[in-house]
């Protein structure tokens, strides 16, 4: 059971230019999100989608798109990178509370995006 | 709005006990959480508390929860090196469109031997 993949774990990429980081899910889960983590400053949720075919925006979607096509892949686009968008990001899904579920999430190992 | 708060940074001895503190601030959340991540790592769950509980014991693990003052802890008996690492605590916001977990900052924990 591979849970939450996430593609690719590092990148570097020029200001400018446009990248998409991967996301896929086996768990069957409707719920993903997206989320940036800076040194100290915790986890942000960039955007985030109850379904297929339904996303919304999180707290910082600044310079960022999804789209959520399938209930598995929730991929996460960066257009016209910037410095600020120098950050570890977090894949996340989580199923309902039916059936004994906790309702926890389940984070991907992380992509590590620096742009110069 | 809702918010987790936690304190950034604990330092124990080897052998010691580790209390992790945190404050939240909706009190209709279902569960209550506690992640762990490892250097280079995402996150993973630790343990948990359900609002209708006071504490949870789980081998070296024990939760505390204070309804009343919103208040959760996180204590490792026996604090090893392979404890090290940053604790998040987290709760749930259900009846909101997101369906999302509110996490704190963060606390990173330093094990000295």
């Known amino acids: 059971n591979a849970g939450v993949t996430q593609t690719p774990k590092f990148r570097i990429l020029k200001i400018g230019q446009s990248m998409t980081l991967q996301c896929t899910q086996d768990m069957n889960h409707n719920y993903m999100y997206w989320y940036r983590q800076d040194p100290g400053m915790g986890l942000k949720l960039i955007y985030y989608?109850?379904?297929?075919?339904?996303?919304d925006k999180g707290e910082v979607p600044n310079g960022y798109n999804v789209s959520r096509s399938t209930t598995e892949d929730f991929p996460l686009r960066l257009e016209l990178a910037a410095p600020s968008q120098t950050s570890v990001y977090f894949c996340?899904?989580?199923?309902?509370?039916?059936?004994?579920?906790?309702?926890?999430?389940?984070f991907g190992e992380g992509s590590r995006l620096t742009v110069l | 709005g809702e918010d987790v708060e936690q304190s950034l940074f604990l330092s124990v001895r080897e052998g010691d006990s580790s209390v992790i503190n945190c404050t939240y601030t909706d009190s209709s959340s279902t569960y209550l959480y506690w992640y762990k991540q490892e250097p280079g790592a995402g996150l993973q769950l630790l343990t948990y508390i359900f609002s209708n509980m006071d504490m949870k014991q789980d081998q070296r693990l024990t939760v505390l929860l204070n309804k009343k003052d919103k208040h959760l802890s996180l204590r490792i008996a026996d604090t090893q090196t392979g404890d090290s690492a940053i604790y998040f605590c987290a709760e749930s916001i259900y009846g909101g469109s997101q369906g999302n977990l509110i996490f704190g900052k963060g606390t990173k924990l330093s094990v000295k031997p």
């Open positions: 989608s109850v379904g297929a075919g339904i996303t």
């Open positions: 996340a899904s989580k199923g309902g509370l039916a059936g004994g579920s906790l309702g926890e999430l389940f």
